[in-house]
């Protein structure tokens, strides 16, 4: 700073935008809050920050490789592991006190850490570590033992010396595909519950930081296809893969999972339960510690608690809960009406499952954004969001629901505090950051905005669309660096998406956007089409073919899109006002008026 103050803090901005915020949001962790030129960040596993931090000291050792020493920027990380006082947002107690003390131990480019840490850590990472001993410091009433972490000297990019191992020096999180089970029952009506099971399964290890999960979506795909799991599980970029099958008679279910290794087509585990009905929770809480045990997964007790808990015990609710969100994800006016009946009838059997009611308040709001404005279904969104919370206030789906409705009622202070708790509960549900970048954008909070896309991004890394959409808003910050490679990173997520999901709709025109904006206008025209004729009323189909007509130069085809998607309510004045794919016809007099009438 006192060679260069601006150039100082220029810099320092820069390394959080590019490597600071993005490996924290790689691993999972939360900004509690920042101090002049430090941080204050919480992680929900021990190892997610121990890896965060290395490859934060790593990135910024090689950023340095040709700067002078005196101008060389560099942190100091300190990591510990302890009990902390929860207030609001904030975090204190003891356990933060000896991390910070912890980071003024480190050496310039170094990091530290606790006994607590070491333990936890020791021999669950390639990480080398020298013992300091115990060291008195300053306002901590007993001597803290330290350790420091060793790390690989700085190289340059020319002549770098290769890694005897092509391993990296802390090993990836393990990854895992849940296929969709088959349904081995006589009536094919079972199928959601099997389809239902495997979710389930999904959504319980993807709250475990440790282990990488292939999203629904992704894993789904390939349902129905005949292909071997080695060849499913190197296109979803997983090691292991569980398969299995769900038959249903009655009140009795016969289910079998095997997880299998398949880079070496070990099975690791299998199971056949043969169960009454009723044991369903107990049987995808045994699978779920199976997969755990067979990874060689060490649970905290936050992630045991959360395995275990079953929203509801009643079974019927649960299977009407699964209904519903078959149909939600079918992403149609008719699955979204059906989602609503299925989530509600889930709340008449059990009307205390806070899970339900954050479904319907999801389906609910759903319906309202894209299908119908009626004031109607953003009141029973409304009053199921805060039944949710009600409920199970430590459910993070239910303030992440809660974040979207206040968001549509334009509470965005009150939406932005929802937001930030869901993802504090559960700092892997892509749904907090999707749509609290959505809130940021119809305010015109673009760096907010394009830092949740990102770690919407980096939480569900194969998602098309949080990727997609973080191109306008870097459009928007004038960032044409960022928005071109953006864009090259969403053409091949849409591209692989849509190779195994060729008629999604909303893949084919975000694709038909993103085609056109990498120059490749013929191939953009041939989905923007199939998209249109899939979907010619569907108004998010509409709306994003209005964006694709704007940035390809034809107003009237844009309007004429944007006006059917408006007269449904689709496209709000905020989000239309503030969508850089409009500024082409932006100064034109019948946009202007449209978005008037909005």
Known sequence: MGLDEEGTLRALKRARAEVVDREIAEYHGRIVKTTGDGMLVEFPSVVDALRCAVDVQECMAERSDDVPAERRLQFRVGINLGDVIVDGDDIFGDGVNVASRLEGLAEPGGICVSQAVWEQVRGRTSVQFEDQGELSVKNIERPIRAYRVVLEPSRSAEGRAQPASEEASVPAPKSIAVLPFANMSSDPENEFFSDGVSEELINLLTKLPQLRVSSRTSSFSFKGKNLNVRTIAKELGVKNVLEGSVRRAGKRIRLTAQLIDTDSDFHLWSETYDRELDDIFAVQDEIAHHIVDALEITLSPKQERVIQKAQTSDVEAYDYYLRGRKFFYEERGGGVWLAQEMFSRAIE??????LAHAGLADASAYRYMWFEKDEAHLERADAASKRALELDPELAEAHAARGHVLALQKRYE?????????????????????????????????????????????????DYQAAQLVIQVYGSLGREEKAREANQRALHLIERHIALNPDDQRALVFGAVTLMRAGEMERALELANRAFGLGPNNPSVLYNLACFYSLAGDVEKSLECLEKSANVGAASREWVDHDSDFDPIRDDPRFQALVGRL
């Not at 059997?349 to 806070?354: G, I, S, T």
């Open 414 to 462: 009150e939406a932005e505090r929802e937001f930030e708790t869901a993802i504090r509960l559960d700092p892997t549900l892509y749904e907090a950051y999707y749509f609290y970048a959505r809130a940021a954008l119809s305010q015109g909070k673009f760096e907010k905005s394009a830092e949740m896309f990102e770690r919407a991004s980096a939480v569900r890394p194969e």
């Open 349 to 354: 059997v059990d009307p205390e499952y806070a």
